[in-house]
């Protein structure tokens, strides 16, 4: 069974999360996942390459928790490291 995305809603009506942002949170978590199953990341070694906790990495790939710069930066770091690595292997 699959549900449809959780929206939480404020008191007035307008929804917590929106559309855009929600996106965003499904691309990241497809990114991260991608990543992780490309390189052979489990959870906790991509929580230490990043130096950020294994909670936050669980709420990443759940799409329920929007990123920092900072984390994402860090992200995009370690994913461009482990091409260039992947490059010098291959030739």
């Known amino acids: 069974m699959v549900l449809g995305p959780l929206l939480f809603w404020r008191r007035d ?6 559309p855009a942002e929600l996106e965003d949170r499904r691309q990241r978590q497809a990114e991260w996942r991608e990543f992780r ?12 390459a990043l130096k950020i906790s ?12 929007t990123l920092t710069f900072t984390n994402q930066k860090h992200f995009q770091d370690l994913k461009t490291q482990c091409k260039a690595t992947a ?3 291959a030739a």
Do not use: H, N
């Not at 199953?37 to 230490?48: F, H, R, T, V, W």
């Open 13 to 18: 009506g307008k929804p917590a999360i929106t």
């Open 37 to 48: 199953k490309e390189y052979l990341y489990s959870q906790k070694a991509l929580s230490e």
């Open 54 to 65: 294994l909670r936050e990495v669980q709420y990443v790939e759940s799409g329920t928790v």
């Open 87 to 89: 490059r010098k292997q």
